[in-house]
């Protein structure tokens, strides 16, 4: 399946997206969602789930599915700054009916665990699952990456200035990195399937980076287990590469074994979320499950810089959490692009 999001399923959200607001409890507790072609008919309140969503990307996508009407359980890693960014909201308008915070670290099982729980019990089900929660696995020279991004006008190649220059990365950072942007989504995806499957609209997007498609990675046995989707690729497969990965880093092969020698982490835990989409995709045909990269957005983690503005970056990833029932799954989208190949 090919072809743009904007052309291909934006048409589709204009008439299609699932609305949704807040009216009595219990029996009462419905609104129509408005489908193309008629009411799609009488639905409970549509449920949100925000991973590291007390700023940037996360905190947009809050505001945006909360703007159309859908109860947004904010998390945060930080209990003081996600009721932080909770009130934020509100100052911009949005009702306390439709916002929620919960902790959650996604490197902690408990706190997962805790999260998953507090769902099944206030909410009963899970609608939309939006896994933002990510760290970069480097440090910024934040002079010198400046200088790179305006030399390249984009996200820099490493040419007029190099990344050496530009950032520095480390073994414990590489590990953290996989830990969040990888395993941290697949632990909170794995907890929250039963709320998911009690819902019969429900929506995964796993926010991903173009760095992550497989061009930017030369080891060809990785490349090659990440890209094997309609034979092989299991999570085992994807779990087997982080970790020869990880080791290839510690023991200093990185350049030897063909891994990406800039952004190494990052680059490889986003490869791995963008084929455990494809797995859970998969795994469960009744859920919409996609990745997404957001674009070069000013955020924490592109050291403030880029050309889009977080609350743009949002937009993309708003669109593919409000697909209708009939949108695509198993695919990932460079902003509105769908890539054949990743």
């Not at 409890?25 to 489908?35: G, P, T, Y």
């Not at 080791?247 to 986003?270: C, H, N």
């Not at 045909?285 to 924490?300: H, Q």
């Amino acid at each position: 399946m090919s072809g743009e999001l904007s052309t291909r399923c934006e048409v589709k959200l204009k008439n299609q997206t699932r609305s949704a607001k807040l009216g009595a409890k219990s029996d009462q507790e419905e609104v129509h969602c408005q489908k193309k072609g008629g009411l799609y008919g009488a639905h409970q309140i549509l449920y949100a789930v925000v991973t590291g969503a007390n700023k940037g990307i996360g905190f947009e996508v809050c505001r945006q599915l909360a703007s159309n009407g859908i109860f947004v359980l904010l998390t945060a890693r930080d209990e003081k700054r996600g009721l932080e960014a909770i009130q934020k909201l509100k100052d911009f308008g949005i009702s306390d009916d439709l916002l929620g915070f919960h902790q959650l670290d996604v490197v902690d099982p408990h706190s997962v665990a805790s999260l998953a729980e507090f769902v099944k019990i206030q909410y009963g089900k899970l609608d939309i699952l939006v896994n933002n929660a990510g760290i970069g696995g480097i440090v910024y020279n934040p002079d010198n990456f400046r200088r790179g991004v305006e030399l390249c006008g984009d996200w820099p190649d490493g040419k007029e200035i190099s990344w050496n220059e530009m950032a520095s990365q480390s073994f414990d950072l590489a590990e953290q990195c996989l830990e969040t942007n990888y395993y941290g989504a697949k632990r909170v995806v794995k907890a929250l399937t039963p709320v998911l499957q009690a819902s019969d609209s429900a929506t995964v997007v796993n926010v991903s980076a173009a760095l992550g498609v497989l061009q930017n990675i030369p080891n060809e046995w990785a490349k090659r287990l990440l890209s094997d989707a309609e034979n092989h690729l299991s999570e085992e497969r994807v779990d087997e590469v982080g970790k020869q990965f990880l080791m290839d880093f510690r023991d200093d092969l990185l350049e030897t074994k063909g891994w990406p020698l800039q952004v190494s982490a990052y680059i490889v835990a986003k490869a791995c979320i963008n084929a455990y989409t494809r797995i859970l995709a998969k795994t469960h045909p009744s859920f919409r499950v996609n990745a997404i990269s957001p674009g070069f957005c000013k955020t924490d983690i592109t050291n403030n810089l880029g050309p889009l503005t977080a609350a743009q970056g949002a937009e993309y990833v708003v669109r593919l959490a409000l697909l209708p029932k009939d949108g695509p799954s198993g695919c990932f989208f460079n902003m509105t692009k769908e890539l054949p190949s990743f």
